[in-house]
């Protein structure tokens, strides 16, 4: 069993930043790609910012010299620093990550979601 737990989230003003954290645990034999999405009320879940194993990453146009997604291997973990926030990103930020469980099969995990108001 695997399981991916957010944190980080909560309300911001215009113009602030925050940081999400999510740590994978559980029956972990290796970890690819992890992501960060969100989804904003009565919209669909979009792709913010991917990082692969090696390191590269992919972004949103909208999150383009704003976001910045970082992992640390050694923890099970992927970060999601946030500056110069707008309202628009107003969402639910869910991590996904791609997992190689230890019964040797890659399964997509999500985790709970944690939520990011911007607003003043």
């Known amino acids: 069993q695997v399981q991916l737990v957010e944190s980080g989230g909560g309300l911001v003003q215009p113009g602030g930043s925050l940081r999400l954290s999510c740590a994978a645990s559980?029956?972990?034999?290796?970890?690819?790609?992890m992501g960060w999405y969100r989804q904003a009320p009565g919209k669909e879940r979009e792709m913010v910012a991917t990082i692969t194993s090696g390191g590269s990453r992919n972004y949103a146009d909208s999150a383009k010299g704003r976001f910045a997604i970082t992992r640390d291997n050694a923890k099970n973990t992927v970060y999601l620093q946030m500056n110069t926030l707008k309202p628009e990103d107003t969402a639910l930020y869910y991590c996904?990550?791609?997992?190689?469980?230890?019964?040797?099969?890659?399964?997509?995990?999500w985790g709970q979601g944690t939520l990011v108001t911007v607003s003043s």
């Open positions: 559980g029956s972990i034999f290796s970890i690819g790609d």
């Open positions: 996904n990550a791609r997992i190689l469980t230890k019964a040797y099969r890659w399964e997509e995990f």
